[in-house]
């Protein structure tokens, strides 16, 4: 089962990175795999075993840190979204480098007012791009000099905001631009010059989604893929060209896609369906899917992860899944849920699974489909987060509402 990045990589289609980098939402492929091994199993508690240091942050945000080199970049907002701001800490000891507000003086709709910065940076160790959905995407350099913005992308008006993080994809920064509930506004997916901004290729969609897209490859041939319900679909990410959509997904996509194997997944939140299609065909290949699951569960907002034939799932609620890829059979249907509610994504690790729960818990599985409960991390009392684990170098790197935390295991 245990795989090196460099199979993953090969397989979904992204170009190599050292183990050392966690350059976009989710890691180098997208879809939350690490290829270190010796990553800290347990830490926190009343002593902060393994805790390296921990920051203060002034705001407040859902968004996940990404990591390049001896830099940490991390987005935040205030209370309302009047001000949103991308931010350089050092590796070393979490000293903030640089800070570059984007002042916003228009009303955005959202969930909580807390929660204007959702989308993670993304960069490839030179510029620096990030959302801040209707304030615009900027682009910087590593030094937090401005090198491009767009602030004509339009408004973004939901009333559960906006969540998708810009990818990159050779000399394209691609940038799914919503949702919008008001039919007469735009969702539509954006790819600019990733040096000036200007924009190479727009695709217009009917519905919104939270979801960031992923880059993959389908025989051979690299492929943009996003859900956005009712459909998970693939695009060629140098035109923009929809090649195939799948029927099934519904309303409230918050998930990014899953490929592995010849196969994608997409999951719907909000009580909402979830299938597996293979992949292979063009137009409509509703006909190619493998399963699908009828409202199956309360609520998604973090993603899955593939490994080998089976896909691990954590609902919103804490019940654990692991689905059979071809068939979507749930092997632990009959386990308990955890304590608490997450919204963080799984990252992969030395044949672990991490999940950052809303506590600030940090729940770590056996990467099998025997269930088996590794480690409860607790970071303490106070700590709420909505974001997900990032690992870098043998770090861990943790955003809470109040704190960046940095975990390494003592030597």
């Avoid at 397989?11 to 890691?27: K, N």
């Avoid at 000399?171 to 969702?187: E, F, S, Y």
């Avoid at 954006?190 to 025989?219: F, N, Y």
């Avoid at 109040?402 to 003592?410: F, S, Y």
Wanted: with cysteine.
């Amino acid at each position: 089962m245990k795989r090196t990045l460099a199979s993953l990589l090969l397989m979904t289609g992204v170009t190599a990175l050292t183990a050392a980098d966690w350059p976009a939402w989710r890691g180098p492929t997208g879809q939350g795999y690490c290829e270190e091994e010796n990553v800290p199993l347990k830490w926190g508690g009343k002593t902060q075993e393994n805790v390296k240091w921990k920051v203060p942050l002034a705001n407040q945000g859902n968004s996940t840190p990404i990591v390049w080199g001896d830099n940490i970049f991390l987005t935040q907002a205030n209370k309302g979204g009047s001000e949103r701001s991308l931010l350089c800490f050092a590796r070393a000891d979490g000293k903030l480098r640089w800070q570059k507000d984007v002042p916003y003086g228009e009303k955005e709709k959202n969930w909580n007012q807390s929660w204007y910065a959702n989308a993670s940076p993304v960069t490839d160790g030179e510029r620096v791009v990030v959302s801040f959905a209707s304030a615009g995407m900027y682009c910087y350099d590593f030094d937090g000099k401005e090198l491009w913005k767009r602030t004509d992308l339009g408004k973004w008006e939901h009333e559960f905001g906006s969540g998708s993080s810009p990818v990159l994809y050779g000399d394209l920064a691609i940038l799914w631009c919503g949702p919008n509930k008001n039919p007469k506004d735009r969702n539509f997916l954006l790819a600019v010059d990733k040096k000036t901004g200007k924009t190479i290729w727009e695709h217009d969609e009917k519905q919104g989604s939270w979801g960031t897209p992923i880059i993959t490859k389908v025989d051979g041939k690299d492929q943009l893929v996003l859900g956005m319900g009712p459909h998970l679909k693939g695009f060629d990410p140098t035109t923009g060209k929809e090649l195939w959509l799948c029927k099934g997904l519904t309303s409230y996509v918050y998930t990014s896609p899953l490929v592995a194997n010849g196969v994608a997944v997409g999951m719907s939140g909000y009580g909402g369906d979830a299938i597996g299609v293979k992949l292979g065909g063009t137009g409509d290949i509703t006909k190619d899917r493998l399963w699908l699951h009828k409202k199956p569960a309360t609520q998604r907002v973090g993603s899955g992860i593939i490994l080998g034939d089976h896909i691990y799932m954590v609902d919103e609620n804490a019940v654990p899944h692991c689905y059979e890829l071809k068939t979507g059979n749930d092997l632990w249907k009959d386990e308990a849920k955890f304590k608490g509610t997450t919204w963080g994504s799984m990252v992969h690790a030395d044949g672990r699974l991490y999940i950052l729960m809303r506590s600030g818990e940090t729940i770590v599985l056996a990467a099998n489909p025997k269930f088996e409960i590794l480690a409860t991390n607790s970071l303490g009392g106070g700590e709420n987060t909505n974001s997900s684990i990032v690992i870098s170098n043998g770090q861990i790197f943790i955003r809470t509402f109040k704190h960046l935390w940095c975990i390494e295991q003592k030597r």
